[in-house]
């Protein structure tokens, strides 16, 4: 089984920014495409971003355009999903997902693997 692990959420306040990692201690991370989902109190868990496995492609929901950069470097065998220009509706827990394929992540039927989610809050 593998154990993806987030990092890197936290407080901040409405336009600031935040970087979320991603790793996990597998050999075959380099093969998975990846992404990252969300879930807000009292919603459903919603796509964010994905990507595919080598970093080349990328994909974004379209409340999260232009604000949020998701990156995979394969060396490091970490995922990384930039936040900038946050507002208090991005407040959410940030879950990673990977899955046993090249191709992004995309929706929940595409998700192998989920990590155990990081706590993003956005003051306003």
């Known amino acids: 089984q593998v154990q993806l692990v987030e990092s890197g959420g936290g407080l901040v306040q409405a336009g600031g920014s935040l970087r979320l990692s991603c790793t996990a201690a597998v050999s075959t991370f380099r093969l998975y495409g990846m992404g990252w989902f969300r879930q807000a109190p009292g919603k459903e868990r919603e796509f964010v971003a994905g990507v595919s496995w080598n970093g080349d492609s990328t994909y974004y929901a379209d409340s999260v355009k232009g604000r949020f950069t998701i990156s995979k470097v394969n060396a490091n065998k970490m995922m990384y999903l930039r936040m900038i220009s946050l507002k208090p509706e991005d407040t959410a827990v940030y879950y990673c997902?990977?899955?046993?394929?090249?191709?992004?992540?995309?929706?929940?039927?595409?998700?192998?693997?989920w990590g155990k989610g990081t706590l993003v809050t956005v003051s306003s």
């Open positions: 997902a990977g899955r046993r394929v090249g191709a992004a992540v995309s929706a929940h039927s595409t998700v192998d693997y």
